[in-house]
């Protein structure tokens, strides 16, 4: 396993959710309209918008102890038994801190 290039799988994906967080962040800063009708579409936008932006946190919350442990020599080790994680379940799904028995 390359960790260089996890490293920069990761900070590239963490570059993606900064930049759409930063987007979902402005859209939910702009004023609502006037119109009753146009303010509650609005909100139910603004509802799926917290939502992905809550996800979105989610997985940087993920990518950033998942290159802690890049960074502390703990990356590919399960943090629950100790045994390493596979380089397939790493690749698919970088910031796994389980091997795939324990998760």
Request: proline share 4%.
């Given at each position: 396993?390359?960790?260089?290039?996890?490293?920069?799988?990761?900070?590239?994906?963490?570059?993606?959710?900064?930049?759409?967080?930063?987007?979902?962040?402005?859209?939910?800063?702009?004023?609502?309209?006037?119109?009753?009708?146009?303010?509650?579409?609005?909100?139910?936008?603004?509802?799926?918008?917290?939502?992905?932006?809550?996800?979105?946190?989610?997985?940087l919350r993920r990518i950033d102890a998942?290159?802690?442990?890049?960074?502390?020599?703990?990356?590919?080790?399960?943090?629950?038994?100790?045994?390493?994680?596979?380089?397939?379940?790493?690749?698919?799904?970088p910031t796994a801190a389980l091997c795939?028995?324990c998760a």
């Amino acid at each position: 396993m390359d960790l260089t290039e996890q490293k920069n799988k990761l900070l590239n994906r963490r570059a993606e959710l900064t930049g759409a967080l930063a987007e979902i962040e402005d859209k939910l800063d702009d004023p609502m309209p006037k119109d009753w009708e146009d303010r509650a579409s609005e909100r139910q936008g603004d509802e799926v918008l917290e939502a992905l932006g809550n996800a979105d946190l989610d997985e940087l919350r993920r990518i950033d102890a998942a290159l802690g442990r890049i960074e502390d020599g703990t990356f590919g080790i399960c943090a629950k038994c100790g045994d390493p994680i596979s380089d397939e379940r790493l690749v698919a799904v970088p910031t796994a801190a389980l091997c795939r028995t324990c998760a």
